[in-house]
C-alpha cells in the first residue's frame, strides 16, 4: 500500500520509488505544463473541507483517516488530446490514474481516488465549456467541467428558460457528466440522468478516442477544415438524438466503471413544460409511510405522478432549518416524541413529500386532483403549496429544485452535528410499503444501535425507489467516525439478506458492495474483470473502482 515519504509526494503511488515517481511529474510537466501540475507534499494539503471550495486531493467527509484515500498529485489536462497523452504516459510509468470532472462528488468519497497515491486527473478545471445548446433537438452537449449551475446560467443568460429546463440534483455544483455516469439523480421528469444522457465521447485506456451511438458516424454534411484532430470534428446530427446507434450499446460500460474518460457528453433538457406547481403533503404518523409508498407506486407508473417525488423523513427538513442542538440537548438518537414536536414546530409531519405537477393549468388541475384524492386516504395528511405559506424553507427551495433550478440550500443537513460530515447508504426497492416499511425499520434499528439519528429519504424512480440514508457524523471524532463506518457496513450486509442492493457508494465500501453483487459465483464481476484486462492491462485507469479490480492488483490486499 501506498507508503509515507518525505522529499516526494506524502503518499507514493504503489511500487513507485521517488525517483521514478519524479521522472513521472517531469514528464508530465512536459505534456501540461507546470502549472497544470500540483504534486502533493504537505499535509497541509488537505486542509479544505467546504463544498463551496471542494479538495481535489482527499476526501473531505473522510470515515477512514484523511490522510489514506489521498491522491499524489493533481494533473490538470487543458483538452482531450491532453488526456490522451497523459494516459500514454501513465501505460509507460504503470501509474494509477483517477479521472473527476468536479471532484464533489459528495457523501461517494469526493475527488479521492481509491488507490492511494493515484494521480488525480481533474479534466473540469480547463475543459469546461458548454459545447452547444440545441433548442429545436433540445439538447446540450458538455465538457466535463460544466456544473448544473453552469449549465443553468447558460439558459438564463441567453433567455432560453421559456424553452428548456434542466434537471438537477439537490446541490447544483457538481458536474453534468460526473452525476450522468455515476448514475445521479434529479427531480423533474427527467431525474434519472443516466437515462437522459445521450452520446458520449470517451478516451479508453490505451489512449484511443472514441464517440459512442450515431457519433460513432462521420457527417459528411458538416464540413470542418482539414487538419483538425478527431476530438474537435463536429458530431454527426443525431448523435444526441438517438442513443444506441449500431452494434453493441458502448455507454453502459463506461457508467459508473473504470474503463474510460468521458470527454464530451451529450445530455437532453426539458421542454419547458409551458406551466408548473410544486406541493408538499404532510404525513402525520410513522407508519403512514407504508399507505403512502403503496399510493404512489400506481400513479408514479401512469406518469400521474410525473417528476421524480421524494418522502422525507422529518428530521431531514429539520436539519435543513437547524442543527441538533438548536431542537435538544441531547446526544442520542431523538425519540417518537420529540420528532412529533419537532414535526409540531416545523408545521411538518413525520414524513413529508414533494412533488410537482407540470403543464398548462387545465392539465396541472386535473393531476393535482387526482394525487389529492388519494393521498387524502391518509389520515390527517395536508396539501400546502409554496405560494401560500412562508412557514416551509424546504418547500420553497424544492419549488426551485423540481424545475431544474440549482441550489446549495440543502447543503445545510450536513451540519446536523458539529463538524458534520456525511456518507450516504443508498439502497434500492421496490416502491411498496411493505419493502419501504421494512428498509426503514431496519435502518432506523441499526441507526439506534450506532447512536446516529435516522435522516432519509425515499427517491421515487420508474418503478423502483432509492432509499437515500444520509449517516451524519463529526469528522474529527474517530470514534464516531468508526461507529459511521460500522453502520453503513452493518447495513449492506443486512440489505444484502433481504435482497436489496445498493446503486452507489464510497469509496471505502465498493468491494463489499460488489461482493453483494454475487449471482453464480461473481460472474457478473468476472464479466467485468475480462473487460478491465482487456482495455487496459496495465490496470491504470482507476483501478478497484466500484469493486473492479485489474490483474495487476490483488484485490484481498487492498481490502479497507
Ligand atoms: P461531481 O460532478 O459531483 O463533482 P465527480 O466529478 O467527482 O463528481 O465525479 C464522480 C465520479 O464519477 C468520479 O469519482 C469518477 O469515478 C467518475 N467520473 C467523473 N467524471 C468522469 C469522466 N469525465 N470520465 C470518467 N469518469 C468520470
Not at 386516504?377 to 418547500?395: S, W
Amino acid at each position: 500500500k501506498g507508503s509515507q515519504h518525505s522529499g516526494g509526494p506524502l503518499t507514493l503511488p504503489p511500487g513507485f520509488t521517488s525517483e521514478v515517481y519524479d521522472e513521472f511529474i517531469a514528464a508530465a510537466r512536459q505534456i501540461l505544463g507546470e502549472q497544470n501540475v500540483t504534486v502533493i507534499t504537505d499535509v497541509a494539503q488537505l486542509s479544505l473541507e467546504h463544498y463551496t471550495d471542494p479538495s481535489k486531493v482527499h476526501d473531505m467527509h473522510n470515515v477512514v483517516e484523511k490522510t489514506y484515500f489521498v491522491a499524489s498529485a493533481v494533473l490538470c489536462p487543458r483538452d482531450v488530446k491532453d488526456v490522451q497523452d497523459i494516459m500514454k504516459l501513465c501505460n509507460q510509468f504503470e501509474m494509477p490514474v483517477w479521472p473527476f470532472s468536479i471532484g464533489r462528488n459528495t457523501g461517494y468519497g469526493g475527488a479521492a481516488p481509491r488507490v492511494p497515491g493515484s494521480v488525480a486527473l481533474d479534466l473540469g478545471k480547463n475543459m469546461n465549456k458548454i459545447l452547444e445548446v440545441n433548442v429545436e433537438g433540445a439538447f446540450a452537449l458538455v465538457e466535463p467541467g460544466v456544473t448544473f449551475f453552469d449549465l443553468h446560467e447558460y439558459l438564463v443568460k441567453n433567455n432560453l428558460r421559456d424553452q428548456l429546463w434542466i434537471d438537477v440534483p439537490d446541490i447544483g455544483g457538481g458536474s453534468i457528466i460526473g452525476n450522468a455516469v455515476e448514475r445521479g439523480v434529479g427531480y423533474t421528469p427527467y431525474g434519472d440522468h443516466w437515462m437522459m444522457h445521450c452520446g458520449m465521447e470517451v478516451v479508453l485506456p490505451s489512449g484511443e478516442l472514441i464517440r459512442t451511438g450515431m457519433g460513432a458516424l462521420p457527417d459528411p454534411s458538416r464540413p470542418h477544415p482539414d487538419g483538425l484532430r478527431p476530438d474537435q470534428v463536429p458530431g454527426n446530427r443525431a448523435w444526441q438524438l438517438f442513443n444506441y446507434g449500431f452494434g453493441p450499446y458502448n455507454d453502459g460500460i463506461f457508467s459508473q466503471s473504470n474503463l474510460g474518460i468521458v470527454t464530451k457528453m451529450g445530455i437532453w433538457l426539458m421542454p419547458n413544460p409551458g406551466g408548473y406547481q410544486a406541493y408538499l403533503i404532510t404525513l402525520p404518523r410513522d407508519e403512514d409511510l407504508h399507505t403512502a409508498l403503496d399510493i404512489i407506486r400506481p400513479l408514479r407508473l401512469q406518469m400521474v405522478l410525473q417528476n421524480v417525488p421524494t418522502l422525507r423523513h422529518i428530521l431531514l427538513d429539520a436539519a435543513v432549518s437547524g442543527n441538533k442542538k438548536s431542537y435538544t440537548q441531547k446526544d442520542e438518537p431523538l425519540d417518537d416524541e420529540e420528532l412529533d414536536a419537532i414535526a409540531k414546530k416545523l408545521k411538518l409531519g413525520r414524513w413529508n413529500f414533494y412533488g410537482a405537477v407540470y403543464g398548462p393549468e387545465p392539465v396541472r388541475k386535473v393531476l393535482w386532483s387526482v394525487i389529492k384524492e388519494a393521498f387524502s386516504k391518509i389520515e390527517g395528511a395536508q396539501f400546502i403549496l409554496p405560494e401560500e405559506t412562508k412557514d416551509h424553507p424546504v418547500l420553497q427551495t424544492r419549488s426551485g429544485t423540481l424545475q431544474g433550478i440549482p441550489s446549495l440550500d440543502e447543503l445545510a443537513w450536513v451540519n446536523w452535528l458539529p463538524n458534520g460530515a456525511h456518507l450516504f447508504f443508498s439502497p434500492i426497492a421496490k416502491i411498496t410499503g411493505d419493502d419501504g416499511m421494512l428498509q426503514y425499520s431496519m435502518t432506523k434499528k441499526r441507526c439506534k444501535e450506532a447512536g446516529v439519528d435516522f435522516i432519509g429519504t425515499f427517491t421515487i424512480g420508474m418503478r423502483e425507489m432509492h432509499h437515500i440514508v444520509c449517516i451524519v457524523f463529526d469528522r474529527y471524532n474517530k470514534e464516531k467516525r468508526d461507529r459511521a463506518h460500522w453502520l453503513i457496513r452493518t447495513l449492506i450486509q443486512d440489505a444484502a439478506e433481504h435482497g436489496w442492493g445498493e446503486y452507489r457508494t464510497h469509496l471505502a465500501l465498493m468491494d463489499q458492495i460488489a461482493d453483494t453483487y454475487s449471482f453464480n459465483d461473481n460472474a457478473q464481476r468476472k464479466l467485468n474483470e475480462t473487460m478491465k484486462n482487456a482495455l487496459d492491462p496495465k490496470g491504470i485507469l482507476a483501478p478497484g473502482k466500484n469493486g473492479v479490480w485489474p490483474s495487476n492488483y490483488d484485490r484481498e490486499a487492498w481490502r479497507i
